[in-house]
């Protein structure tokens, strides 16, 4: 995260906790939800002062009230920050976040509030967690797997892609370096020849 905003990347979004890890062993998931209330706990002054803008994307629903007061909260004291955008990807899955799009869209178009036959992809995409973040460039995807693991579905889709045998807690400045660089020489086309 600092070597991000050193390196002028300006959105960061962080797969912290997939809506599939609730089938995970409930230590495990314990486990996960104590990750994040620490880290909020132990790093979110140094967030806010270093001009860090914290947003959680991903379902709230069934989430247990101190978690949902601590994400309110995070959101609450940063929101007017700008130099990085912190985008902490929680309960999440890319599968379900197009579905609920999906369903709050649907229910525009019945409602009238939407006409069938203005809207457009952009419109669609304003019903999406991410509506107001940019698509991601580039995704790094640690610990040698090689896929997305329902991250990011709809904003990926020209994203570059880069995969690294690291795993997540061992991923450094250098590892990120690595990764920009490996961006820096791509060709990117969206599509086009």
Request: hydrophobic residues 40%; proline residues 3%; negative net charge.
């Amino acid at each position: 995260m600092r070597a991000a905003g050193d390196l002028g990347i300006r959105y960061l979004t962080l797969y912290s906790f997939s809506s599939e890890n609730w089938k995970r062993p409930a230590d495990e998931v314990s486990d996960l939800m104590g990750l994040l209330q620490e880290f909020v706990r132990r790093h979110l002054k140094e967030l806010d002062s270093n001009g860090v803008n914290v947003r959680i994307i991903g379902e709230r629903r069934g989430l247990a009230p101190d978690i949902i007061e601590i994400i309110e909260n995070a959101e609450r004291q940063t929101k007017n920050n700008s130099r990085l955008h912190l985008v902490i990807a929680f309960n999440y899955g890319g599968r379900n976040e197009i579905f609920e799009a999906a369903k709050r869209f649907a229910s525009d178009l019945a409602s009238g509030k939407t006409n069938v036959d203005d809207a457009s992809l952009a419109d669609f995409e304003g019903y999406l967690d991410t509506s107001d973040i940019p698509d991601p460039d580039l995704i790094i995807r640690t610990s040698g797997e090689l896929r997305l693991s329902n991250f990011l579905l709809w904003q990926g889709a020209y994203a570059e892609l880069f995969f690294c045998e690291k795993l997540w807690p061992d991923f450094r400045k250098e590892d990120l370096e690595d990764a920009i660089s490996h961006f820096a020489g791509r060709e990117r086309r969206f599509g086009a020849r």
